[in-house]
């Protein structure tokens, strides 16, 4: 017998619409129509099932921070530095109860796997650490999370963070982090990352180049060491905001450097646009990588939330699709193409970036969302707020759909998703 099978279902790559039976977690078989006993169904009514959406770079360990400190500068040093002083009270426990709220709103936004960012330093120690590594196994049940342990505050001008880096690499987590931008030697500082990463057999992801200033950058020496190291296809940059500022041809050769590398870009729209520019009075830049221009030379490109209720970010519902909106608002896209292109930086990139199967298929797990369209576009242009989602066969969360009452004699509508 199988456990369930979805009915009506619509996948975005096939031409009609299919039935998906799951057997022990996993897809046995995908056809119109399924006729095997089943113990319960689900009708998704010809709506758009997907694998679900991919958290490419967040943080946990410093979410819903609004009543604790200020960023009065509105500066992304400002942020850092207002973060630095709060952390020093941070407990596991408090970093666990705030971290516990942003995921339970990314399930209930149709997010199902996360890579999640964590401070390490001697301010902190590795309580961040310790309280996402707890996070990770409460939530397995709905939700796939990376840990990537960094240091937001420099390496070789903060003495004792190497060792910590260390530490967290032997207790659990998953991949490495650097950010050169907040270190006295930044040069130092990449080079010491990726050696860690070498010896750690570590992938790695880089805070980059978060300013707009066109003088300097640091990712060509990220892709030099990238292909010095032998680490293509291993390494992931974030914000790099810079990108934004950079004349078409200096653009071109930038992206050109980053598709010989390997180097896959997260653009996280929301922090960008809130904290660059802050020096303008008028015609104020955007500050936020070109992804879908990126994506044109080949490289990998993610859409991320990155904070949440914090002073780097003093707002967000961990929806993906909304923030990816933004970002087509943003980047002047509108053509169904372009938002499918879009849908895929918060769908398929991630998921392979952090090496998770990508497709619903037969043998694959059975997760998956149902959204309330018929089409990746439309998820974006819509907002689409998922109906239900799955992780290997099991229900994880459900938005029952809103109801319209025109007048007192007016039936409600049945909902339209339903377990028979």
Not at 395 to 411: C, Q, S
Request: net charge negative.
């Amino acid at each position: 017998m199988l456990d369930f099978v979805v009915r009506n279902a619509r996948l975005h790559d096939a031409p009609q619409t299919v039935d998906i039976a799951v057997r022990n977690g996993a897809i046995v078989d995908i056809a119109t129509p399924i006729t095997g006993e089943a113990a319960a169904s689900f009708d998704a009514n010809g709506r758009l099932l997907t694998r679900g959406f991919v958290e490419s770079h967040i943080h946990l360990d410093k979410a819903c921070l609004l009543d604790r400190c200020t960023n009065r500068s509105g500066t992304l040093e400002g942020a850092v530095m207002a973060v630095s002083a709060a952390k020093r009270d941070f407990t596991e426990a408090d970093i666990v109860a705030r971290g516990r709220r942003v995921i339970e709103k990314a399930i209930l936004q149709g997010t199902n796997a996360m890579r999640s960012h964590v401070e390490v330093d001697p301010q902190i120690g590795l309580a961040g650490l310790n309280a996402v590594r707890l996070l990770k196994e409460q939530f397995r049940w709905a939700i796939d999370i990376q840990i990537c342990v960094f240091p937001q505050e420099g390496m070789t001008n903060n003495p004792g963070t190497e060792e910590l880096l260390r530490q967290a690499l032997e207790n659990g987590a998953d991949l490495l982090g650097g950010c050169p931008y907040t270190d006295t030697h930044p040069k130092e500082h990449i080079e010491r990352v990726f050696k860690m990463a070498r010896n750690y057999d570590m992938a790695l992801d880089f805070h980059l180049d978060f300013d707009l200033d066109v003088n300097w950058n640091h990712l060509e020496e990220v892709a030099k060491q990238t292909t010095a190291f032998g680490w293509e296809g291993r390494v992931a940059i974030g914000h790099v905001t810079k990108l934004s500022a950079f004349p078409p041809e200096e653009f071109d050769r930038l992206a050109r450097i980053l598709g010989n590398a390997g180097i896959s870009v997260a653009v996280l729209p929301a922090t960008d646009l809130f904290l660059m520019g802050r020096g303008h009075s008028h015609s104020i830049p955007r500050g936020v990588a070109p992804a879908h221009r990126l994506a044109k030379a080949g490289i990998t490109c993610t859409i991320a939330t990155n904070n949440v209720l914090n002073q780097f970010t003093p707002f967000g519902d961990c929806s993906l699709p909304r923030m990816t909106t933004l970002f087509a608002n943003v980047a002047h896209l509108g053509e169904m193409p372009e938002l499918d292109h879009c849908f895929a930086m918060i769908a398929e990139n991630p998921t392979r970036l952090l090496g998770l199967p990508d497709r619903i298929e037969v043998g694959a797990p059975a997760t998956f969302v149902l959204l309330p369209v018929d089409s990746r576009p439309s998820a974006i242009a819509e907002i689409a707020r998922p109906i239900w989602g799955m992780k290997d066969g099991r229900v994880t969360f459900e938005n029952p759909p809103g109801r319209l009452f025109g007048n007192a004699t007016d039936k409600p509508r049945d909902n339209p998703v339903s377990i028979q």
